[in-house]
């Protein structure tokens, strides 16, 4: 293929939006039957049963609902963040991708919202967590973590959807010109009269850095928040300061290894490998490599002070989690969050796309396994061994964590068709400076089709 | 009702040098657009203000105090004593100040880029379809005659690909008929 | 008083640990290790009582059951020399309770009587608290409970019935402390004369184990009872403060 | 106060037409909307009179004394009645058996009353006998079918062909059912419990002389000594032993109590104890004949036959016991003398110690032991209790195991007509069932009175159902005593749920029918208790000095109780000489021989369940079993070592299999019993008997040896030898704790010192120390 141009860019990115094949409508009408039937279905069983329809039991009252919980919330943190981080850091690598893994941060911190929703008993009185004035005047209680979920959620979400849209806006106004029909209305709002005047471009590369920095603390305080849940309680082997941190890596590393799967699907069948080139899965394997190193340290530190604190309480706790009914989950968590990544060493593995993918899935796994461990082993150890149980997912849990799948799956389906999955205009900031007059010339703006 | 002298150049650095030559001239700023911001603008142009910083500024500093008052306030509103915990505690609500803080950064820096990007636009302006593909567009305003010769002038001995006249008004609908 | 005033005022009284100046009441529960013999009468009294379901044996099976006081027994060395002893676990209503600071919307708070109240209305059943409580003593309602036609009409008018997703837990028989104030308030006292009061366990507690009253009262029996030098707590390393205080067993060869 | 008087004012309108009457008014008066609102769910009323009697005011709760009929402890109740149900039976602080306090089965109470499976009107067989499928009839029919068979066979003389068999009542109307079999010129009055305990009737008998069971005084006892006896599980009165264990203990007495236990399988009292020490099973009389060898050679007995007690003692010797009994020597020679040199001390014998083939010697040799130390008639020992103020019926009819096979076999040869059944379940309670039900279907005739359909009123071909004790009148002599005559009142709290009778007006109703008037001339159950009392308020030896009978009568009701200002707890005792050359235990014998059946098996009444007539109440069904949690099921307990050998661990299905049956059970794997003893509960395994206990777990008794205690004629039901086989299945045992150990965490704190508070307070009791924030 000849090298890209500017005009190529518009084109294949208005294509990726306004074809779409047999393939595409298939994988969209399965992934809604997966959301009606595994999610929808069971939760609704859920609703009018009662939250026993899960498995959770009276020590451990939590479940995969909030394990869920965390992973997406997990994933959602390197869109975002990798993002801002990258953006301030003035990485070119970052263009072509970081449209995509803003997405998954917006839907899978969507999918998280609505665990919440799932995991609550009664969850028809959630707003109650909000502090709006009402008639009996009550009010959410300001002290409790979990409400500081409440707030750090709704404010990531509010700042990644900004900051996913602000980075939009000229790429709508691209698209805008070259759509008709009501994905031109459509445009035609989204991209709010957008000219690119270079004092609009001031004034965007102005916001977006303030966005950056303003978002990289919060999505950390995020995943603080998220551990504090945990963290906060005297549950042993939960009551750690370590937690913190451990989750923000957690969820850094586990939302790298989503941007790799979800890189692959995109340049596989959106049709951008010209875009989404070995330099990005070379880059991110390094990334993936270093968190599982610091992922791995952290991990040792868990055991190490846990067994260091002699107490009868942590080494059961620890004991359970490490030998107990779970003993296999916890190995092969280890196995694949520790052991396998430190194949991204070789750069042949790195700019490999299959193995990188079939690699990023099983980080995934054990970074799934690893939040259901936390939620679901320590709960079950706590400080009166009369009162410890066992905790078993029921078929409602693993229908519905299927089911969430589903729902990501949907929102990204339709996410890329209507936003530019890679960024028009930083994608051409990449690309050597146009030297001769273009092939399609003046019209090149135009409409296709 | 405006009227522009267009030129359209292949890359960058030429449209630069032709806005450079069109101010230096005295032809007004001409307004550059581009389908990627343009690096060195503002050697040529002279420098941008933006007001979005004290936007992003003040919209924390109110999104710090409303934090913390909310939390206060709710607390002593709605008087629960929980885990012999005072009603007013610092480290949950300096929590809820932080998290508070850069929602309302975040919004008022929206605001203030919104604002100052003058968006979403009401008014019609020169806009030129081509800047969002390939093109570098360097739009000139020209009340009369003179003025839009000088300035076809300047644009082609830049080595403009093609300069043309356009009418606001007409230059809009020109680009909604042609693409609606 | 000038606003400043009023301030300084306020922020003092907010700034107070537990809010509190004095409980009305410090409702405390003294359990006698050296006399609770495990016969598990005060489980069925609180379960009449308090309209506790009858969860069955599926749910049991899955590990629901609930029981606002349980029995905990504990094995000590092996046969022949092999010990059982018994606990009863119950909210311990913590003055410093880690429940309490958990709960989004404030469905549990500390009252004027020293008591962790739970308020099932306002319950969203988050189920932290259950997670925060080290004594694992709050029950959640996994679904919505019945009582097969006539049972139903023994339960106790005073006490609301459940629903599901919602936290309930041990309340020291509120509604006979309730019913005790308004006595005492009719009959012109200011208050609650010890033992005039007693949770449905401490009042069927057939070997006399558990023993109610307010520790405000230095002249009640609970207070006498925690300065029994074998009065201690159960975790209190975790700084819960907890109202129930547990008087150890003797071990007479020991 | 008299509750229930003024309650017939809405005899005349039956509570649920009334219901209907309102609810159809409604209907009537609805629209189309509410019509199906209403039909899905039925207009119910939050009150139920149609005129409420006159102490009643809604939202104001209504206390009425009764007695509680769960056991035969016979603790006073109080029940709290809101809107004329009845919501919380608690205990009644004016009786002094059970002082305000009752144990779990008491309170649950209230499911017999508003038990969903209860039998709710009088209904005759339809099908087969057994095949549980009854029609209803009314009262008049289902009285006239009783009446005309029993009218048939007593015109014609042979009312001995007549059976009435009960469970135990007492009191008043434990009379009245003598009056009326006497009437019919039966003597077959049969009371049977299960739980009975016979042979401690008969070992006092033999010993003391007494006909009635001693005040064991455990509140004043500063050692106690018990041998098998579960006295805080469900050894006669559990609630009242509990007292006196916990006063015992901690009670600001310079003294504190020391109890030892001794039993194969460590029960609620052995946990309690200080000391549980294992003997082997049977062999527990050996063991306190050891200690009274040692108490005699050592001189710790001084009375003028110290000389014959030694010639009966001589083959006891510690050594020799401790051969026989597994208990170490020097254990038997320190009990011993700490049982003789604590005064006061006490023994007491049962459980399955009592209920071996050598229950009555192993009693009686519990009563030497008793007698050697001087605990005879001393506070803090046993006392004698006076014979009971009324109603002394229940022991002397209380039918023995041996008399019940007797029966059977009577039943078998056609020799009974008519069997009237009045709570009791020997179908479910004997061993050998089988052969049992057999011999009830030669009889042509069943009626049974129970509230509930259980394995028995299957077999019935009429029922009339009875209320149940919280619907009917009654009275009751607790038995033991507390050392001076007690009565109490039993007292309907709520109007009849269903169309059911009390037994008290079945029976005079069919006296009436039969022509008894002149024996019988009651029209109610109340006015034959009145009349009773009338005879013990003219003896005029009561506490309440009231003039007259109606405020005689008023003042009982509302005390719930009545006693009498005689004392004579401290007769004397002297010792008959052919007693102490009586004295003398063989080891027991075991049906099974130890090499094909190598477990012994050790039943035991369930906490819960008692002999499995609460069985059917939720509340009981999911209290757990104080010792291992265990809910809603059966399980057998096995020594940690034992379930190594077999190979099994909890939840393992094992077959136990004695020669007269088997039974399949999961495994619990138990700490503190003996490795050649295995237990099992008795209680569940119920094969219909209600929605919550039918088809549960699995019946102990049926696998019992139909063995006869030889010295009582009742069933030696501790005399089972079994083998377990595994079956390789295994089940999820309901159980409600987790890990059962403390892991040092030092949850259940001890302490050696337990007098004077010489240290410091270490609880504060400032409500919120400063927690920083």
């Known amino acids: 293929m000849d090298k890209l141009q500017y005009a190529d860019v518009n084109r294949d990115v208005v294509r990726s939006l306004v074809e779409t094949g047999r393939g595409y409508y298939t994988t969209l009408a399965i992934a809604i039957a997966v959301t009606l039937i595994c999610f929808f279905f069971p939760w609704f069983y859920q609703l009018f049963y009662g939250i026993g329809a899960a498995g959770n039991n009276h020590p451990a009252v939590w479940g995969t609902y909030l394990a869920s919980f965390i992973f997406w919330i997990g994933l959602s943190h390197s869109g975002t963040l990798l993002s801002c981080v990258l953006h301030i850091t003035n990485s070119e690598w970052r263009k072509a991708m970081y449209r995509s893994a803003e997405a998954m941060t917006l839907f899978s911190l969507m999918v998280a919202a609505t665990m919440v929703l799932v995991h609550l008993g009664r969850p028809w009185f959630v707003h109650w967590t909000l502090p709006y004035p009402n008639q009996m005047e009550l009010w959410p209680n300001f002290k409790s973590p979990l409400l500081f979920d409440v707030m750090a959620v709704t404010t990531y979400l509010t700042g990644s959807t900004i900051f996913i849209y602000m980075g939009s806006i000229p790429d709508f106004a691209a698209v805008r010109d070259r759509t008709r029909g009501w994905r031109h209305h459509m445009y035609v709002l989204l991209s709010l009269g957008w000219r690119g005047t270079d004092t609009q471009w001031h004034r965007l590369n102005w916001a977006y850095t303030f966005l950056a920095v303003l978002i990289i603390p919060l999505a950390v305080s995020v995943h603080s928040i998220v551990s504090w849940d945990f963290a906060l309680s005297i549950v042993p082997a939960l009551h750690q300061t370590i937690y913190a941190p451990y989750f923000v890596v957690g969820a850094i590393y586990s939302g790298t290894a989503g941007i790799v799967t979800v890189m692959f699907v995109l340049r596989k069948y959106m049709k951008f490998e010209q875009y989404i080139t070995q330099v990005h899965f070379d880059n991110l394997g390094k990334l993936l490599l270093a968190l599982s190193l610091i992922w791995t340290y952290i991990n040792i530190l868990e055991v190490f002070t846990g067994w260091y604190s002699g107490t009868s309480s942590e080494h059961e706790a620890m004991k359970f989690k490490m030998f107990g009914y779970y003993a296999v989950l916890y190995w092969e968590m280890i196995l694949f969050c520790a052991f396998l990544p430190l194949v991204l060493i070789s750069k042949r593995f790195r700019t490999s796309f299959l193995p990188m993918l079939i690699l990023s899935i099983a980080i995934n796994i054990g970074m799934y396994t690893e939040r259901f461990l936390i939620v679901g082993t320590s709960l079950s150890r706590q400080y009166l061994p009369d009162a410890w149980g066992l905790y078993v997912p029921s078929l409602v849990e693993i229908s519905i964590l299927i089911g969430t799948l589903g729902m990501f799956t949907t929102m990204f389906l339709i996410f890329v068709k209507i936003f530019p999955s890679v960024s028009i205009y930083e994608v051409k900031e990449t690309m050597d400076k146009p030297e001769k007059k273009q092939s399609e010339g003046g019209a090149a703006w135009q409409t296709t089709s | ?180 | 008083m000038n606003i400043f005033e009023r301030f300084t005022r306020g922020w003092q009284k907010y700034r107070r640990p537990g809010y509190y100046e004095k409980f009305d009441y410090a409702w405390t529960m003294t359990v006698d290790l050296d006399r609770c013999t495990g016969c598990e009468a005060c489980v069925t009294a609180c379960q009449a009582e308090n309209n506790i379901p009858i969860v069955g044996d599926k749910d049991i099976a899955k590990g629901r059951q609930m029981q606002w006081i349980r029995i905990e027994r504990y094995w000590q060395g092996e046969y022949p020399n092999a010990k059982l002893s018994f606990i009863p676990m119950l909210c311990q209503h913590c003055d410093a309770a880690p429940c309490e600071t958990v709960c989004p919307v404030s469905a549990t708070y500390h009252n004027q009587d020293g008591l962790n109240t739970q308020v099932y209305n306002r319950c969203i059943g988050t189920r932290s608290c259950a997670v925060y409580c080290p004594y694992e003593v709050r029950y959640f309602n996994y679904r919505d409970h019945h009582w097969d036609a006539p049972l139903e009409q023994q339960l106790n008018p005073d006490v609301t019935v459940r629903e599901k997703g919602v936290m309930e837990k041990c309340t020291f028989c509120i509604q006979r402390i309730r019913m005790a104030k308004d006595n005492a308030k009719d009959d012109g006292r200011r208050r609650v004369r010890d033992g005039e009061v007693q949770p449905a366990c401490v009042q069927t507690c057939p070997a006399e184990a558990l023993v109610f009253g307010d520790r405000q009262d230095p002249q009640s029996k609970v207070s006498k009872k925690m300065n029994d030098p074998r009065a201690y707590r159960v975790l209190d390393e975790l700084n819960t403060h907890s109202s129930v205080v547990y008087l150890k067993k003797v071990d007479a060869d020991g | 106060m008299h509750k229930r008087e003024s309650h017939n004012d809405m005899s005349t309108i039956d509570r649920r037409d009334f219901l209907k009457l309102v609810g159809a008014g409604s209907v009537g008066a609805g629209a189309g909307f509410m019509l199906a609102e209403v039909n899905k769910h039925p207009v119910e009323y939050l009150i139920p009179y149609a005129v409420p009697p006159e102490e009643f005011s809604a939202g104001i709760a209504t206390w009425y004394n009764s007695v509680c009929s769960m056991c035969p402890a016979g603790c006073g109740i109080t029940v709290r009645t809101r809107e004329g149900r009845a919501k919380k039976i608690e205990g009644n602080p004016s009786h002094p058996v059970n002082q305000g306090r009752l144990c779990a089965l008491g309170q649950a109470g209230l499911q017999v009353l508003y038990n969903p499976d209860r039998l709710t009107a009088p209904s005759v067989r339809a099908g087969d006998r057994g095949a549980s499928s009854f029609t209803q009839i009314t009262w008049n029919d289902g009285l006239a079918r009783v009446g005309e068979r029993l009218t048939g066979l007593h015109e014609k003389g042979q009312g001995s062909r007549i059976c009435f068999l009960s469970e135990g009542v007492r009191g008043h109307l434990g009379n009245l059912l003598e009056l009326f079999m006497e009437q019919l010129g039966s003597e077959r009055l049969m009371h049977y419990d299960f739980a009975h305990p016979q042979t401690l009737y008969a070992a006092n008998k033999r010993f003391f002389g007494e006909d009635s069971l001693p005040y064991y005084d455990l509140e004043n006892t500063r050692f106690l000594l018990s041998f098998g006896a579960d006295y805080l599980g469900r050894w006669i009165s559990p609630v009242h032993h509990s007292l006196g264990f916990g006063r015992s203990r901690q009670s600001g007495h310079d003294h504190r109590g020391r109890f030892v236990q001794i039993e194969p399988r460590m029960s609620v009292s052995g946990a309690a104890a200080d000391e549980w020490i294992p003997a082997k099973p049977g062999t527990e009389g050996i063991l306190a004949l050891g200690m009274a060898h040692q108490i005699v050679s050592q001189g710790g007995y001084t009375g003028d036959d110290q000389g014959e007690w030694a010639a009966v003692l001589e083959q006891y010797s510690s050594d020799r016991v401790a051969d026989q009994t597994g208990v170490a020597a020097d254990t038997i020679t320190r009990l011993a003398d700490a049982f003789a040199n604590t005064r006061p001390s006490l023994a007491i014998g049962g459980g399955a110690a009592a209920n071996g083939s050598n229950g009555v010697d192993t009693l009686m040799a519990v009563s030497a032991l008793n007698y050697l130390a001087g605990n005879i008639g001393k506070a803090g020992g046993m006392l004698f209790n006076p014979p009971p103020a009324f109603g002394s019926t229940s022991q002397s009819r209380q039918a023995s195991y041996q008399a019940m096979t007797e029966f059977a076999e009577d039943a078998r040869q056609g020799k009974i007509d008519v069997l009237i059944i009045n709570g009791a379940n020997p179908v479910f309670s004997l061993p050998a069932a089988g052969a049992f039900a057999e011999a009830l279907a030669e009889i042509p005739f069943i009626v049974s009175l129970s509230s509930f359909m259980d394995e028995t009123t299957a077999m019935a071909d009429l029922i009339l159902p009875s209320h149940t004790y919280l619907e009917s009148w009654g009275d009751d002599v607790p038995e033991p005593g507390i050392g001076f005559p007690v009565g109490a009142i039993s007292q309907p709290v709520v109007s009849p749920l269903y169309n059911t009778r009390a037994t008290g007006d079945i029976i005079l109703a069919l006296g009436q029918q039969m022509g008894f008037e002149a024996v019988l001339p009651w029209a109610t159950t109340e006015n034959f208790l009145k009349a009773c009392w009338q005879k013990i308020h003219a003896r005029g030896a009561t506490t309440e000095a009231a003039d007259d009978f109606d405020s005689f009568w008023r003042s009982i009701l509302q005390a719930g109780v009545w006693g009498e200002n005689v004392q004579n707890a401290n007769r004397s005792f002297v010792i008959d000489q052919g007693v102490v050359n009586d004295i003398g235990v063989e080891a027991a014998e075991f049906s099974g021989s130890s090499d094909a059946y190598p477990f012994v098996l050790h039943p035991y009444l369930s906490n819960a369940l008692y002999d499995g007539r609460a069985a059917n109440l939720p509340w009981m069904q999911e209290l757990p079993d104080p010792m291992t949690s265990i809910v809603y099921g059966s399980w057998v307990e096995m020594n940690p070592i034992t379930a190594e050998e077999l190979g099994v661990s909890e939840g393992d299905l094992v077959k136990v299999e004695s020669p007269h049956g088997e039974i399949t059970v999961p495994v619990f794997v138990y700490p503190a019993i003996m490795p050649d003893v295995i237990a099992m509960p008795i209680g569940q395994g119920h094969a219909d008997f209600g929605r919550y206990a039918s088809n549960r777990g699995s019946n102990p008794i049926s696998i019992f040896a139909p063995q006869i205690e030889p010295k009582s004629g009742s069933l030696a039901w501790g005399a089972t030898r079994v083998k377990l086989q595994v079956t390789g299945q295994r089940v999820d045992l309901l159980k409600i704790s987790g890990e059962s150990r403390e892991l040092g965490r030092n949850i259940i704190q001890t302490t050696s010192a337990w007098e004077g508070a010489t240290e410091h307070a270490q609880i504060d009791s400032i409500p919120i120390s400063v927690v920083s924030s």
Do not use: W
């Not at chain 2, 690096?39 to 105090?65: C, P, Y």
């Not at chain 2, 020209?142 to 300069?163: K, M, N, P, Y």
């Open chain 2, 1 to 180: 009702m405006a009227n522009y002298i267009v030129g359209l150049f292949h890359e960058p650095d030429s449209a630069l040098a032709a806005a450079g030559k069109v101010k230096a001239a005295g032809l007004g700023t001409p307004e550059l657009l581009s389908p990627i911001p343009i690096e060195g603008v503002e050697e040529v142009l002279g420098k941008k203000k933006s007001a979005i910083k004290r936007f992003t500024f003040f919209g924390a500093i109110i999104g710090a105090s409303s934090g913390f008052l909310l939390a206060a306030v709710t607390a002593v509103l709605y008087l629960h004593p929980t885990g012999g915990r005072p009603i007013i505690t610092f480290p949950p609500f300096l929590i809820i100040t932080y998290e508070l803080t850069i929602l309302f950064g975040i919004v008022a820096t929206v605001l203030g880029f919104l604002i100052s990007a003058r968006l979403p636009a009401i008014r019609e302006r020169i806009y030129v379809p081509e800047s969002a593909v390939d093109k570098f567009a360097v739009a000139v305003a020209c009340d009369d005659g003179d003025h839009s010769r000088r300035a076809e002038t300047i644009l082609r001995d830049a080595g403009a690909d093609e300069v043309r006249a356009e009418e606001v008004q007409a230059a809009a609908q020109a680009a909604t008929e042609q693409s609606g």
